[in-house]
């Protein structure tokens, strides 16, 4: 079981930049994909990224691409998202999550992939 916290929302003008933080628990946290979701009001919650359990691969929302970069640091057991270049629709609670891989290159980009959840860090992102 792992436990997730995230940290470094906040409020930031359109253009701007924020680099968001997980950390992790548990001992075994070179063995979880990482993902990034997000939830504006009245929305879906949505992949926002992931990171596979080595570093090796990510994926993007397509709303994000070439917006956002994701990072891990096993041995700290963090996941960083660098986001830059915000813009007012990027405004959410962002929530990391994480889950056992299951094989090799397993790095799922659904929210029923994922077991474990943080509790979210608001992001504002003002015009």
């Known amino acids: 079981q792992v436990q997730l916290v995230e940290s470094g929302g906040g409020l930031v003008q359109r253009g701007g930049s924020l680099k968001l933080a997980c950390a992790a628990s548990?001992?075994?946290?070179?063995?979880?994909?990482v993902g990034w979701f997000r939830q504006a009001p009245g929305q879906e919650r949505e992949f926002v990224s992931v990171?596979?359990?080595?570093?090796?691969?990510?994926d993007y929302a397509d709303s994000v691409k070439g917006r956002f970069t994701i990072s891990r640091d096993n041995v700290q057991k963090m996941v960083y998202l660098q986001m830059t270049n915000l813009k007012p629709e990027d405004t959410a609670v962002y929530y990391c999550?994480?889950?056992?891989?299951?094989?090799?290159?397993?790095?799922?980009?659904?929210?029923?992939?994922?077991?474990?959840w943080g509790p979210g860090t608001q992001v504002i992102v003002s015009s």
């Open positions: 999550a994480a889950y056992a891989i299951r094989y090799y290159e397993d790095y799922g980009l659904r929210r029923d992939d994922y077991d474990y």
């Open positions: 548990s001992p075994t946290f070179a063995s979880y994909a």
């Open positions: 990171i596979s359990w080595n570093g090796d691969n990510a």
